[in-house]
């Protein structure tokens, strides 16, 4: 199988699930290292904040941008626990449950590479970063499988807080690239009508892409609402069909341009 990865390749390879970066693409993670500097510091507020830690809504991005704006590299350094309480003690709130998970999980992501080397992580920090559950084990087996959505979500809302070198340079482990090719493969069997198998222009995966941009439009006005007064451009989600060539055994290609 051809490997695949979240990167700046303009060329997608053409029988694997491809999840890729257009070459305009402009990180979250560089934006909160740019909010992070003393000398550039935004004025937080304060009350939006308190608000958006208690919202079982709020995005990890978000909680990870107050995180970095607050408290610089210590973010990363200290145990997770410690953050929450730091952020009960400068805001007055506690943070909410799931809020809590999705912090969790993209500190993870990012101190970590368990995310694209381990399946059961790359199964529950996508579940986390869209539903604040990390999903279930039973015996020690991850049994609560994400869905389209949560995986388009989790390595979209993975490569904004990443920098460019990590999104150019991890690959998906091979396991974990058989499993995204499997489900999205199996949205598009079960959601296309038997009549129409033949096309890939299935309302399943449609409506999967605009979760992931209604998502994106959503985390941009948390942004806005916490303080910061500018904001990257996201890139946009575009689907290939993966049968352009007439190829039935071509997998779709999701791209951010």
């Known amino acids: 199988m051809t490997n695949w990865q979240c990167s700046l390749a303009t060329d997608a390879p053409s029988k694997s699930s491809v999840i890729k970066v257009g070459s305009e693409y402009a990180c979250i993670g560089s934006l909160a290292k740019y909010a ?5 510091k935004p004025k937080l507020n304060v009350d939006n904040v308190a608000a958006l830690l208690q919202d079982p809504e709020t995005y990890a991005t978000t909680i990870l941008t107050v995180c970095l704006i607050m408290y610089k590299d210590e973010t990363f350094k200290v145990d997770p626990l410690v953050l929450f309480q730091w952020l009960l003690e400068d805001f007055g709130v506690y943070l909410h449950q799931d809020n809590e998970n999705k912090l969790q999980a993209i500190l993870t992501v990012m101190t970590t590479d368990f995310f694209y080397t381990d399946l059961d992580v790359f199964k529950s920090v996508c579940k986390t970063l869209l ?11 991850f049994n609560d499988p994400p869905t389209v959505p949560e995986i388009l979500w989790g390595m979209y809302e993975v490569a904004l807080v990443s920098d460019e070198e990590v999104v150019n340079t991890f690959d998906y482990s091979p396991e974990i690239q058989r499993f995204v090719d499997w489900i999205l493969k199996s949205d598009i069997v079960d959601d296309t009508a038997p009549d129409s198998m033949d096309s890939l222009e299935d309302e399943g995966l449609d409506l999967s892409t605009d979760v992931i941009r209604e998502n994106a439009a959503a985390l941009k006005a948390q942004l806005i609402a916490i303080g910061l007064a500018e904001i990257p451009r996201f890139p946009a989600l575009e689907i290939d069909d993966g049968d352009s060539e007439g190829d039935p055994d071509n997998q779709p290609v999701v791209s951010f341009v």
């Not at 992070?36 to 550039?40: I, L, V």
């Not at 539903?131 to 087996?141: A, E, Q, R, T």
């Open 131 to 141: 539903s604040g559950d990390p999903g279930i084990y039973d015996m020690g087996v």
């Open 36 to 40: 992070a500097d003393a000398e550039s």
